[in-house]
């Protein structure tokens, strides 16, 4: 775990602006931390957590050294709990828990810290008997909701919380994280492009998978270039029973609909712009078997496609259906 506010990605004014509430300790006892899937949002809960109980803070966040900060980095400092669903719901039983627990001071900090995540995983009793508590949520704690929707959230919870809202990370910040992580510098460039803003995305993709599933990709493309999604029924013939599940498909095309932008962008001579910049000179020569109008037909094809898959339609049909429309 980072150990400092100073070395956590993106969001700096976002990030400013809670470690003077922390510091000052004015944070209100509860609040939502919002923000898409990958972008810290938990770390970002368990470094003001640090702040908070920390027994030297400097000026840019905890120590990252004192007995307190190394047991919250450790997941295990008796102040600070997080607390995730149990099967697919966070329940009652653990927001009761939650509750009893904050009858209590702080056994061995300053502050109890409480962060649920994913918040909006609450199911309906947890969620009216977190109420009651975030209303009498005592000053010695802090309740963090994290969330990726905060929308999903009931009304009468938002109304009680402030929102601190992070956004997608920009690549060049998650590109040289990478870097500094020890990645290969080409690796991290198209990792880092590729992930949509989420840091947490591009730490744990595999390198080896990312190529595996690119290949097939450009492989589909480079037959598709003639013209007719035809091909595909070929390519869905030779995919294994496993690989052709709904997610499968969904990463396929989200696969093609990056590496066709990374086309456009070559017809265009944007090449900074490519995400799969370590095979350009082979999306460079794919990119003049391909007319815009070609791509941008694909483009709108897969985007319905996608549609289609996330209103849950078996992934055979909709291949099959691709293929009637071309007939
Ligand atoms: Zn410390």
């Known amino acids: 775990m980072l150990s400092s506010f100073k070395e956590f990605r993106g969001n700096p004014e976002m990030l400013a602006r809670l470690l003077r509430a922390v510091r000052r300790e004015s944070i209100l006892p509860a609040f939502i931390l919002a923000g898409p899937e990958g972008v810290g949002k938990k770390l970002l809960a368990l470094l003001a957590a640090q702040v908070l109980n ?14 307190p900060c190394r047991k919250i980095a450790r997941g295990i400092h008796p102040d600070v709990h997080v607390i995730v669903p149990e099967g697919s719901e966070i329940k009652i039983k653990q927001t009761r828990e939650l509750s009893a627990d904050l009858q209590y001071r702080p056994f061995e900090g300053k502050r109890k810290v409480y962060i649920l995540d994913p918040a909006e995983r609450l199911n309906e009793a947890a969620t009216n008997s977190i109420l009651k508590t975030l209303e009498e949520c005592p000053a010695y704690a802090w309740i963090v909701l994290v969330t990726a929707h905060p929308n999903a959230l009931l009304p009468t919870i938002r109304s009680r919380c402030p929102v601190y809202r992070l956004a997608p990370i920009p690549a060049a910040d998650i590109e040289s994280f990478l870097v500094q992580g020890g990645r290969d510098p080409q690796q991290a460039r198209v990792l880092s492009k590729a992930c ?25 493309l480079q037959r598709l270039a003639p013209g007719g999604f035809y091909q595909v029924r070929n390519f869905w013939s030779k995919l294994s029973t496993e690989e052709r599940t709904r997610l499968t498909l969904e990463d396929l095309f989200q696969t093609l ?15 900074p712009e490519v995400t799969h910049d370590d095979i350009a000179p082979q999306l460079a020569s794919l990119a003049s078997a391909y007319s815009f109008e070609r791509i941008c037909e694909l483009e709108a094809q897969l985007r319905n496609a996608l549609r289609e898959l996330q209103r849950n339609v078996n992934a055979q049909v909709l291949v099959e ?5 071309q007939q």
């Open 54 to 67: 920390c027994e030297k803070p400097e000026p840019d966040g905890a120590c990252g050294q004192c007995a």
């Open 196 to 220: 949509g803003g989420s840091i947490g995305r591009a730490i744990s993709q595999d390198w080896s998978q990312l190529q595996m599933h690119r290949s097939r990709a450009v492989s589909l």
């Open 257 to 271: 609909l990056v590496l066709l932008r990374d086309l456009l962008m070559l017809k265009e001579n944007r090449r």
């Open 321 to 325: 259906s691709l293929y009637f429309e």
